[in-house]
């Protein structure tokens, strides 16, 4: 037996990022409901958070193996002005740490991303979703090191505070050789990595600069 | 250039270290000319504060003489400046609503990785502290690179002082903001908790803000003095019981605020040693929320506890059900520093407020670790200790 959960798409975040992965998993849905004792239960009872706050197997995607990294941060500038900030792909490699280099040739960005002792691994990406001032969405194409896809969603922030940008990426490391490299491709833990890169996106675009504390420019 | 320089605890070194340079745009470098040792200074040097390394350089007040300046400065070459201990980028939410030590992009984002798992959010950016703070070299050096300098430094007119305005970094916003965050109404008796440079503060800012009646609670006899001298009344608490006293000095109502000036900054901040020295600790560690839980007891119903003193961790035994069922108000925080410069210095120019009087010692650079040494171990004498970059050492 199968059965497809559907989550509602208003106001939850994460569930913008649905076109990472198909959902299913009967049996996960299962467990799940079993785990609740009280009763009488709803036949799906879903919350209002990002699905990458779920606890246990909730979200099928981490079920399926597959690494999910999501993460949000506020901006003191409109949507527009972070989403065409974004879309500029190369502005990215000045707030990620690991992007050594960012290239796009027609359709295809050519991402290389730096990895243990030195080494690097390209991710070859392709566009899947544009609509300005809302959101960016991509998938790696066949040709890429890595198979992962990946959302980011502008919203106007309440209060008058900026727009609420909320990155979430999903990645599958292949097996062999690569995929080895590409388990070491963060040296943080990638939710450590995604604060991170969004707290530097955020000092760059209301401050002008990236904060540090070293009294040197770099050699 | 020269810099006093940790090397573990107890073991500070004025080394020769490279000269800063303007790294971003809105950078700025000053030639220091006066800077400070704070209490807080004390617990780096006691090496209970987490994340110092090595070499860094400590330091966090201190004022200058504008030497460099980045693209995006608003400061100009020779100006005279003090500069705010908690950096500032003036641009994101806390900063435009004036909580600038709640700044949330002054520290590195790599710098965030322990504060948030710790308090739920990344601390702001500090000069001269712990590598949670942000690592920023401090200004008991020769230079300094001082970050978004068109933000927190303030030009200080010629004519006056280093002495009169050099505190403005830190030390008199944070007794001005201790008081008012106790709310003070006409008529007010307000407890102080500590008699060292912030307490004083507090008690001449909450005369100034219409106290009535200041009472200064501490051991040291000469701390105690200067807090008569600001016009309070002064308890020792290693001869009198306080809580006893404060109940008889109100006629049964209590104090209307209350300021706990000591803290417990010895704590640290990194879960581990927040637990371990909560348990270990039986000295400073204990006396401090022995201050704030007397505190929060004296407080007549409905009062208010305003908290300068540093906490890093947990407490224990903290009276939850006097707080509660006195319907007290508790406010507290890291100085909003730039949000109050500019008053305090027009109230410096006025002659309202005096900072000179708290200085109990000037040293050269060269004798830092002589200032650190004292400073910590003759209390009593040594209130504060100021260094001049300037100065030529003792010999």
Redesign the interface.
Known sequence: MSRTITYPRSRTGASGALGLVALAAAGLYLGYKGSRRSEPAPAVYIDDAPRRTARGARDSRRARGQAVVGRSV?I?KTPREVYDFWRDFGNLARFM?NIEAVSTVGEVTSWTVAAPLGRSVTILSRVTEDRPGEVIAWASTAQSDIETRGRVRFREAPGG??THVEAVIAYTPPGGAIGRLAAGLFQLAPE?QA???L??L??LM????????????AA | MRALTYHGAHDVRVDTV?D??I????DAILEITSTAICGSDLHLYDGVIPGLMGGDILGHEFMGRVVETGP?STLKKGQRVVVPFTIS?????HC?KQQFSAC??????????LT?PLFGH?LS?LFGFS?LA????GGQAEYV?V??SDVGPIVIPEGMEDDEVLFLSDILPTGWMAAENAEIEPGDTVAVWGAGPVGLFAVQSARIMGAERVIAIDHHPRRLELARQMGAEVIDYSRTHVLEALREMTGGIGPDAVIDAVGMESHGFAPDSILDSAKQTVGLGADAPHALRMAIMACRKGGRVSMPGVYGGFADKFPLGALMQKGLQLRTGQTHVQKYTHDLLRRIQEGQIDTTFLISHRLSLEDAPTGYRNFKDKQDEWTKVVLKPGMAAAA
């Open positions: 506020t003191n740490e505070r900026g450590v604060r991170r890169d707290k530097r955020k000092a209301e401050t002008g600069e990236i904060p540090t504390n070293s009294n040197r420019k | 490279p800063p340079e790294v971003n745009p809105r995006g980028c003036g641009q994101c939410f435009l949330d992009n002054s520290n590195p984002a790599e710098k965030q990785d948030e990344a950016g590598h942000g690592g920023y070299p690179r970050p978004y």
